[in-house]
């Protein structure tokens, strides 16, 4: 019973120790989000404690962090404010003090407050190395004038979104708004405005998470049959808008949109009307995900 | 006879009889310099001479001799007081009074006198301005007028400022006087000069000029046009670059104004600006912000300058400077 209390207590000790100050989910449960198995969502002690290689090497991110913050010129912390500061970053366990000045280099190269710039490194050094490079390159990759060059605000809200704000696997959703990006503003592809391409964007990875391994590959397919398949006739503009709209069932939604779509407008077992079929087509696609209650079904398709 | 001879007095007042007409003088709002003539040298003007009053005397004679003693003129009054005519000039006078039997007494010694010119008809309103200063010169036109002057061949005008300096001074065959004067207020005094250079005593031309500065006019810059990276179609501008340093140029250059300014920096999230920079363009055609590298925002504000200008109001421009890479 003694057992059981000290364990009880050991685990809330080290949730709150380890809870960061922005209040979002441990990276371990984020990375997770596809994971359904008997041990989502829970810490087993005994197999944190002992796997040596997982547990915090805290004195040596806080000696990282400390040396390295005494560097800092233009932080100028004495030795007090420097060792609480430290402190506050090696909470981020392994690699948090290498996060935090990824984070806060960036800020601060970016001409970004230094007090400011010491907060984003914190939200990371807490955070993974995968959030941290989502932010890093989404950042980077909107932010400079020779990439995407949007403005300050718009590149660090989205960097933020996609980074330490996104609920799923931070790799997918970095490549998949990489990838979207580069084919909304090919040439080739739907060349539309960076800012509505990234609008766009935006949204579609907003569905990333039901994706294991990412949506582009489903996207790019789905955007073909949409714009290569003269039956459908789409905007780029239209099949861009349409695609979150399905993707939002998950990773079956494309494939039974476009199956539905295909039996509605190519075979001779239903006479039906193209906006009829599309309203079929964007139900069944509904229907993609397994059913989560009683659910009040629309009106059945006009004929 | 001697007693009337030593009783004859020296001039006590030698007045010009046109000062008094002058007190309600016709009002003449513009020049007309066609209508007045200036005096030729032989022209007469009125000249009044007053003796003192010579007890028992009952005709008074004066007599008006060039500096060779040569007599020029006589005049006879019934009394001690003169009105005639006579040239510009200087001369010597004495007079001398007779009884009722008009037995004349001896001459007066002789007297310097001088027959001056007359000063100038007035208007009300003497002078003409715009009232400001041309920012390219810096200076506002005024024109004085007044009308003719028996006697006067040609005029001295002085302008003097507020503070009574003497700003300008010239003699003017005519009845107008033309300048440039930078801001302030002026008054101007005109006196008339005849034959020998003899000289009216001086008047003041009515009314004051008075020249204001005025305003710069705010600095534009030139920018440069760029495609909008967040739609092609569109366009943007950015302040041009020299080798990628931001570039500050006018799209009009001031002949007489400086173009100054302050560069600020701020941080993004950061509360204030900082300066970072003054600068003024003096009579370059571009200042180089090459104190603009630091990523982060920038705020340029710049008005004209001038010596008695009022200086412009500020054009202020932002700016994002930008990593090349992280």
Redesign the interface.
């Known amino acids: 019973m003694k057992a059981l209390q000290t364990a009880i207590y050991l685990i809330s000790l080290l949730c709150v120790m380890r809870a960061p100050a922005v209040e979002v989910k441990s990276p371990q449960e984020r990375e997770n989000t596809y994971t359904v198995g008997p041990h989502s969502g829970g810490v087993d002690l005994s197999a944190a404690f002992s796997n040596k290689s997982k547990a915090c090497e805290s004195f040596k991110e806080f000696q990282t962090a400390y040396e390295g913050l005494m560097q800092d010129r233009d932080l100028a912390l004495g030795e007090e404010k420097g060792a609480r500061l430290s402190l506050q970053i090696s909470k981020g366990c392994n690699g948090s003090a290498n996060r935090f000045f990824k984070a806060y280099e960036?800020m601060k190269?970016?001409?970004?407050?230094?007090?400011?710039a010491v907060e984003v490194g914190l939200d990371f050094a807490v955070l993974d190395d995968e959030r941290l490079n989502n932010f890093?390159e989404v950042f980077?990759k909107m932010?400079?004038?020779?990439v995407?060059?949007?403005?300050?605000a718009t590149a660090?809200k989205v960097s933020f979104q996609l980074s330490r704000d996104y609920e799923g696997k931070a790799k997918d959703v970095r490549e998949d708004f990489i990838k979207l990006v580069k084919f909304c503003t090919h040439n080739d592809k739907a060349a539309l405005?960076?800012?509505?391409c990234a609008e766009l964007a935006l949204k579609i990875v907003d569905h990333t998470p039901k994706f294991p391994g990412g949506l582009y590959d489903s996207f790019e397919k789905f955007y073909t049959f949409l714009r290569a398949d003269k039956r459908m006739g789409l905007s780029v503009i239209d099949s861009l808008n349409l695609v979150p709209k399905v993707f939002a069932y998950g990773p079956k939604a494309p494939e039974n949109f476009q199956a539905a779509m295909e039996y509605a407008l190519g075979s001779n077992k239903i006479t039906i009307d193209h906006t009829n079929a599309m309203n079929l087509a964007l139900r069944l696609a509904k229907q993609s995900l397994p059913p989560q209650g009683k659910e009040d079904l629309d009106e059945a398709p006009k004929k | 006879m001697k007693l009337l001879r030593s009783s004859v007095l020296f001039p006590l007042l030698l007045a010009w009889a046109a000062m008094a007409e002058e007190k309600a003088p016709v009002p003449a709002p513009a020049p007309a310099p066609t209508a007045h003539h200036l005096a030729v040298e032989s022209e007469k003007v009125p000249v009044e001479l007053e003796w003192e009053r010579i007890a028992g005397a009952k005709f008074y004679e004066t007599e008006f001799q060039n500096y060779e003693g040569k007599t020029l003129a006589v005049f006879k009054s019934p009394n001690n007081v003169f009105k005639f005519k006579f040239k510009v000039g200087r001369y010597k006078v004495r007079s001398r009074v007779a009884d009722d039997r008009k037995v004349y007494g001896e001459w007066s010694v002789l007297t310097e006198f001088t027959v001056q010119p007359k000063p100038a008809k007035l208007p009300e309103k003497a002078v003409a301005t715009k009232g400001v200063i041309d920012p390219k010169t810096l200076t506002g036109e005024v024109m004085w007028h007044w009308g003719e002057a028996p006697g006067a061949t040609q005029f001295r005008v002085k302008v003097t400022d507020q503070n009574g300096q003497s700003v300008c001074e010239e003699l003017i065959k005519g009845f107008a006087y033309k300048t440039h004067l930078k801001a302030g207020t002026y008054t101007a005094t005109l006196t008339s000069v005849g034959a020998d250079g003899i000289e009216s005593e001086p008047v003041t031309l009515p009314g004051q000029a008075v020249i204001e500065t005025v305003q710069l006019e705010k600095p534009v810059f030139a920018f440069e046009e760029v495609p909008d990276v967040t739609d092609p179609k569109l366009k943007t501008h950015r302040l041009p670059q020299t080798k990628g340093v931001p570039t500050l140029r006018w799209k009009a250059t001031s002949t007489v104004a400086d173009t100054v300014g302050t560069l600020e920096y701020r941080y993004f999230f950061g509360d204030e600006w900082i300066p970072v920079d003054k600068f003024t363009s003096k009579n370059a055609k571009e200042v180089i912000l090459d104190k603009a590298m630091k990523p982060g925002r920038y705020r340029i504000t710049a008005w004209a300058e001038s010596a008695g200008l009022k200086k412009s109001e500020a054009t202020t421009y932002e700016f994002v400077v930008k990593p090349t890479s992280y």
């Open positions: 960036m190269k970016t001409g970004v407050a230094l007090t400011k890093n980077a932010y400079l004038e020779s995407l060059d949007f403005d300050f660090y405005p960076l800012r509505q």
